[in-house]
């Protein structure tokens, strides 16, 4: 099982970005996916998740309308399309492979490398 996300990078305040999460070693019916952040000096944070159906999906209420979660099974990815984004959207951003739907890293089984995210103001 691997997860790989890029799309990363340096934006400008209220600008957009979609990251992506290429999985491997199972199908996305078999795991909810979800995307967590971790901004330096503070605590790792869930953002969305979408659950093995595709049929549900969760954001943390900061993200509400701003950050949409989605996936393309034919190519095995999750996207996080985010809009609006402020400063403190920095950080890094991970993705995760879990049995359930939920917004809790210790949910989570399988992790990617994560990719950084700047928002300047």
């Known amino acids: 099982v691997q997860l790989q996300a890029s799309g990363g990078g340096l934006v400008q305040a209220g600008g957009s970005l979609r990251l992506s999460c290429a999985v491997s070693?199972?199908?996305?019916?078999?795991?909810?996916i979800g995307w967590f952040r971790q901004a330096p000096g503070k605590e790792r944070e869930g953002v969305s998740c979408?659950?093995?159906?595709?049929?549900?999906?969760h954001s943390a209420d900061s993200m509400k309308g701003r950050f949409t979660i989605s996936r393309d099974n034919a190519k095995n990815t999750v996207y996080l399309q985010m809009n609006s984004l402020k400063p403190e959207d920095t950080a890094v951003y991970y993705c995760?492979?879990?049995?359930?739907?939920?917004?809790?890293?210790?949910?989570?089984?399988?992790w990617g490398q994560g990719t950084l995210v700047t928002v300047s103001s």
């Open positions: 995760a492979a879990g049995p359930y739907l939920s917004l809790v890293g210790h949910d989570y089984d399988y």
């Open positions: 979408i659950s093995s159906s595709g049929l549900s999906t």
């Open positions: 070693g199972f199908t996305l019916d078999i795991y909810a």
